[in-house]
């Protein structure tokens, strides 16, 4: 006897409300409304099945590459990516920061891959990936209503990388409670109850069956599991083939668990015999200690609290911490260093529970096929950041990356004495240098020598032989009258290493060398050499200096970095005690300071050097000023000669190596730059009369006890802002991500807060843009009577596709020179950077939408207020089109604008939110029908009316204009529908 599975279907109804269609005209009337229920779906929520050998379970981002494959509709996506905002960690947004990748201008397929594999790259170096601090005690303690159960939640949760919320905290103390209240031994009502509805013994599960099957209110000792007195011989033969399906060993209570199935209407299966085995058994009055594994293993795996399963032994979580202590038992049997040493590295707990979610079974499994599988699921999230047009392109920019990747760790990890091998490094390729770090590696493994590393990160076991070794090294700097920082010692390191000759001038070429190669190793970052594979570049083959400047380049992303790195460096120093109005300035001075030399690529510094002139901070900052001043490539002021212009030819080859190490110097000083260390140095006359050089070495010097926890504090709030703006990001309604697609816009955090706040307020932007411009005129952007500009600009702009396109493109450089305006000059803070730099995200936004579907954004004043008018052009075969102009400002409440062209004639009509503007608009009808019919040549009909519900919400979605669209330009249509518009436009500017 089979009994099928039971299905709970939910009809869901939803009432839509319609607008009766109105037309005002001569007269105000009130629009009616009609309400009308329809269907919207059917729904089936089919309960999983309890079985604790189906483990499989996607990650994110393989369950987000599936959803995108079969085409989900945007409110699965939306609500995939929320539930995935709320998984993600402030310190998995801190690394990916570190790795290049800036979450809010990441598209959020890329943000679920790369935190995915950041959370196993972390596994794989055996990191405690739990850097969350979890709840307060006191929290803890009010949220569960138990202090022995608190505790031992609060340990769990600081060992879990999830971070804990608001509604987290609420479902954790639901689930306790309920944990709590379970009835002990489970009746067999609620085992029946769990059974027919295929539910899994999770902590909500037993509880709905304890209070859903009717079996509460009875006593355990009033529940058995009675059955009929006699089994029929061919029952029993038929229960024996189950039996046998499972690893149960066979007993009369087997037979009669059968026969209790089948009198209970539950299909007679070996899984089910099983499952009810392990129900029976099911203890489900759990200590504070297994209360709190199976929660804070359930919210691991990305369930809520109450989906915790009863049996502890069987989460994924344990069966990976079982996993782990099995391999480290076989780790012993390893011989091959080697082999042992990449165990090590690769095997975590945290890497076991991800090849467990992914159904890979490692219970029996070698350690060498584990590593293996930890290998290919690297590959699988590469592939999916790297992906191609084709799988043959993908799996090669996978082998392209991973190639690279390796080899640029083994040039980092080579010894420091390869540089001494290279005349020029800047000019050699990353393959040359590669050979030559590899061959010097093997040479000294081979000798049994240890040795400096290319890389400069810190090396724990080579200091003190670092040290002994070159006890000499200050006495050779003070004979050569060189200063004894650590530049100058490693570089009379890496000379003694090569046996080379301790000259000034070597020491000099070093010195420039090794910070040309820790600059290439600082900038390539995975994000970028992501973004280079994908892009077909070959890092292998290019200069030093080549690939560098490449790599800096592309992380600049068209100034998002530098605007990004400003704000962030703002509100350090807004959120750093005791910083005085002068050391704000004097702080911000430097910062900028650091970013003008390097926009100018290091000319201020050969500037100085060319006319003598030290090459100090102070000084840095006269040259960069009088070049402002007299608008040349460079000049500097009368106190240094008056030097008008820079030519590096003027400069030694000596000197030109020495500007390229200074300007290295200060990209390193101002990466390392914050205003915690920027306080130590107690004064600027601290700094600014230092050398990048010395100024780099000072900084780096910093890291005391003190200044790194308030580093790591300031780190932390700001990932913890990050995270809210990137969760708060991507719960953006369904239509933003509708817009999104339909334009062809990337779905990053960046855009879907753009466009989210420019439909809620669809005038700020421009406002923004007047406030953040200004109204001076600063030495080096002419700003004054910007928006007037560029409403003029459109005004004329209104004719052709590619006339608004220029207008577009003006509006675009506008923003992006208000924002470097911002970076160089304007006394802002970190609110007001992102603040533009959000009007920047929203004019690059409406210029893709202006190009994909001639729907612009348009910039008006009205009573000297500034806002936006948007106008959409719908192109029809045969010569039809229509005209849409939707309007929303305090001055005059919404306007909205409907024009048809049809039949060689222009109908219209028009709906205004305040009656009184209505009024004034009807005074002057005669002038806008005059106006559209010289624009177009046409006759003009149209009605107006007065509807204080007009609405233009869903101005940017699609609708059905009537007739069949399409893109191509016809002559006739552009004239006549731009016609339309820039009459309205025009009459709306002169009448209101």
Known sequence: MQIDQIRLTDLFKNEKTGDADSIISGTNTQKTTEKNTETLREISLDSPFYNKNRLKQDTIADQLEKDMQRGTDETALMNQLAVYANTTSPEDLQKMLQDGFDPMDTDVATIVTVVDRIKLALAKGGADISQMGGLSQDKIEAMTGSISVANQISNQLEEMDIPVDENLQKEIETAVVKGEELQNPITPDSVKYLLSNEMEPTIDNVYQANFSAGSAELGADQQEYEVQDVISTEMREQFASVIQQTSLEESPGLYEDCQWLLENNVPVTGENLTYLQQLKGMDVDLSAQEMADIITDAVAEGKKPGEAVLFPEDSIMAKARDAYDNQQQQLSNLTATRQRDEAWMLLSVQANYALLKKGISIDTMAIEDVIQEIKSMEKEYLSQVLGGETVEQTQENVANYLDFSEKLQEVKDAPAAVLGQFKDIAEATFSQLHQAAHFQQDTYKEAVRRYETLWTAPRKDMGDSITKAFANVDDILDDLNLETSEDNRRAVRILSYNEMELTKENIQAIKASDTQVQRMFKVLTPAVVTRMIKEGKNPLDMKIEDLTEMAEDMAQKDGAQDSEKFSKFLWKLEHTGDITPEERESFIGVYRLIHQV????????????????????????????????????????????????????????????????????????????????????????????????????????????????????????????????????????????????????????????????????????????????????????????????????????????????????????????????????????????????????????????????????????????????????VRGSEEKGLVEVAMDMDETGVVYGSFRYEAGEISGEVSFEEKNVQEIFSQHMHLLAADMQEATGLPVSFKYSWDKNTDISDFYQDKNPGFETTKEENEVSTKVLYGVARSFIHSISEII
Do not use: H, W
């Open 598 to 873: 390097e926009a100018g690529d290091g000319a201020a510094i050969g500037a100085l050097m060319a006319q003598g002139t030290d090459v100090t901070l102070r000084n840095l900052m006269t040259a960069v000023r009088s070049k402002k001043r007299t608008g040349k490539e460079y000049g500097v002021d009368d106190s240094f000669g008056a030097v008008e212009s820079f030519n590096r030819d003027s400069l030694s080859i000596t000197e030109q190596i020495e500007m390229a190490f200074q300007t290295n110097c200060l990209k390193e000083a101002g990466e390392d730059m914050t205003p915690v260390k920027m306080k130590e140095f107690n004064g600027e006359d601290a700094y600014l009369d230092l050398t990048p050089e010395q100024f780099k070495n000072q900084l780096a010097q910093m890291n005391g006890e003190e200044v790194a926890r308030q580093e790591q504090m300031q780190e932390t709030q700001y990932a913890n802002e990050t995270k809210e703006q990137v969760t708060r990001a991507l719960k953006s309604e369904e239509q933003v991500y509708e817009i999104l697609e339909r334009n062809d816009l990337p779905a990053t955090p960046a855009f879907l807060n753009g466009v989210t706040e420019m439909l809620r307020d669809r005038n700020e932007m421009y406002r923004k843009l007047l406030k953040y411009s200004g109204e001076e005129i600063t030495d080096s952007l002419d700003i004054s009577g910007l928006i007037e500009d560029l409403i003029e600009d459109f005004g004329e702009a209104v004719k052709t596709p590619k006339e608004m396109a220029d207008a577009q493109r003006k509006l675009e450089e506008t923003a992006e020179n208000v924002m470097k305006n911002m970076l160089v000059e304007k006394d802002v803070s970190s609110i007001d950077v992102r603040g533009m730099k959000l009007v920047t995200t929203q004019i690059k936004a409406i210029g893709k939408i202006a190009e994909n579907s001639e729907t612009y954004n348009i910039p008006i004043m009205v009573e000297d207020q500034v806002g936006n008018l948007s106008l959409k052009i």
